[in-house]
């Protein structure tokens, strides 16, 4: 059966009016979060933070989640922070990029957005407490501590020389993972047409220590995820930060 050119017009018409209705139902990047307080001391408060002086330390970017450190005796402090153990098909779940520019973007958001909240807090920054550390002597021992601190734990001499070099009573170390999960079957449709769901994510932990006594004193972490369908725009690392970041210090002291 043969289609006449009126009929055509119509077909095309509807088939747009279709689409313009659909476009604007279609929302851009979602980016959600959430956040929990893991561990705080009851001698610790907001109070107290701010008669004192923090430094902030740069993001450990982690490449996988790491697993508890032990408990090592009287020599070194539990790491507070264990990320969960990725799944049990890691194909599926994988670092996006750990490199120094995430360091770089997560360290300049948590600064930034501390400073914004709580302008009293007597701050030092990332950079500067790497300098500090830097002309204290303790490059190597930085290093080291980046690389072993979510396999290791904190020792407490380590502790009580970055409390003495950065010259502040409570130190910020905080973790971040920056992950990529691509299911194999397609769980989300759009009409007839089905397309696999990517999730990113941004999680960050910090534990805030008091350098005076070698005790941690808060605990708490953020994310910040999208789950990208049809239609859906890649989030920038940044969004996601900024989410993960927000969370976290919602429920900061």
């Given at each position: 059966?043969?289609?006449?050119?009126?009929?055509?017009?119509?077909?095309?018409?509807?088939?747009?009016?279709?689409?313009?209705?659909?476009?604007?139902?279609?929302?851009?990047?979602?980016?959600?979060?959430?956040?929990?307080?893991?561990?705080?001391?009851?001698?610790?408060?907001?109070?107290?933070?701010?008669?004192?002086?923090?430094?902030?330390?740069?993001?450990?970017?982690?490449?996988?989640?790491?697993?508890?450190?032990?408990?090592?005796?009287?020599?070194?402090?539990?790491?507070?922070?264990?990320?969960?153990?990725?799944?049990?098909?890691?194909?599926?779940?994988?670092?996006?990029?750990?490199?120094?520019?995430?360091?770089?973007?997560?360290?300049?958001?948590?600064?930034?957005?501390?400073?914004?909240?709580?302008?009293?807090?007597?701050?030092?920054?990332?950079?500067?407490?790497?300098?500090?550390?830097?002309?204290?002597?303790?490059?190597?021992?930085?290093?080291?501590?980046?690389?072993?601190?979510?396999?290791?734990?904190?020792?407490?001499?380590?502790?009580?020389?970055?409390?003495?070099?950065?010259?502040?009573?409570?130190?910020?170390?905080?973790?971040?993972?920056?992950?990529?999960?691509?299911?194999?079957?397609?769980?989300?449709?759009?009409?007839?047409?089905?397309?696999?769901?990517?999730?990113?994510?941004?999680?960050?932990?910090?534990?805030?220590?008091?350098?005076?006594?070698?005790?941690?004193?808060?605990?708490?972490?953020?994310?910040?995820?999208?789950?990208?369908s049809a239609y859906e725009s890649l989030p920038l690392m940044e969004e996601l930060a900024s989410q993960a970041v927000d969370n976290l210090i919602s429920i900061m002291p």
């Open positions: 059966m043969k289609i006449s050119k009126p009929q055509k017009s119509v077909i095309i018409w509807t088939v747009l009016v279709i689409i313009i209705t659909i476009l604007p139902a279609c929302p851009g990047t979602k980016i959600s979060g959430w956040s929990q307080q893991a561990y705080r001391s009851p001698e610790f408060n907001h109070s107290l933070l701010t008669q004192k002086r923090i430094a902030i330390l740069p993001v450990i970017v982690l490449t996988y989640p790491t697993e508890k450190a032990p408990d090592q005796g009287s020599q070194s402090v539990e790491a507070p922070y264990a990320p969960q153990v990725p799944p049990s098909k890691p194909s599926k779940e994988s670092p996006v990029n750990t490199n120094d520019a995430y360091r770089l973007t997560l360290s300049e958001v948590l600064l930034s957005k501390i400073q914004t909240k709580w302008s009293a807090l007597n701050i030092v920054s990332p950079n500067d407490a790497v300098k500090r550390l830097s002309d204290g002597g303790l490059s190597a021992t930085y290093s080291r501590f980046s690389q072993d601190f979510s396999h290791t734990g904190l020792d407490k001499d380590i502790l009580n020389n970055f409390g003495s070099a950065l010259n502040c009573r409570f130190l910020l170390i905080s973790q971040a993972i920056v992950t990529e999960v691509k299911p194999e079957a397609s769980v989300t449709f759009v009409w007839t047409f089905g397309r696999k769901q990517v999730q990113r994510s941004v999680k960050i932990s910090a534990q805030i220590w008091d350098t005076q006594s070698g005790q941690q004193v808060w605990e708490g972490s953020g994310m910040g995820y999208s789950m990208l």
